[in-house]
């Protein structure tokens, strides 16, 4: 398993600015269009997540009821949609994969 968390980044959010600001600090990041899951099921983006072991970004709140459901995944960073503006949620998950290592984000929600 890596060191460092990697990102999947969902469709419901600015992926493409956030992946690009993210890769550029060094993270590993995927996102919904480069896997090839552009219109894919909430389950299917976060079966991809836990294959590939990386935390789900997302301002889905479906997500927070496939946690709940108790469905395993590899981490869910989750903040509403019109909460933050970009570069504060670029930020916040910066700072995330600072502290955490990807075994302390394992079926656990992180509320940006």
């Known amino acids: 398993m890596p060191r460092s968390i990697r990102f999947h980044l969902d469709e419901s959010s600015s ?3 956030m992946a690009t600001a993210l890769r550029r600090a060094g993270v590993d990041v995927s996102t919904s269009a ?13 079966a991809f997540a836990v ?26 960073a989750y903040c509403r949609q019109t909460k ?9 998950l910066l700072l995330l994969w600072e ?4 075994e302390e984000m394992q079926n656990r929600v992180e509320y940006l």
């Open 84 to 92: 933050h503006p970009v570069g504060a949620l670029i930020r916040a």
């Open 34 to 46: 480069s896997a090839g899951l552009r219109g894919a099921s909430d389950e299917m983006q976060l």
């Open 99 to 102: 502290i955490y290592e990807p």
């Open 15 to 17: 992926m493409n600015a």
């Open 51 to 76: 294959r590939e072991g990386r935390v789900l970004f997302t301002q889905d709140c479906d997500f927070l009821a496939l946690h709940a459901s108790g469905k395993v995944h590899a981490g869910i």
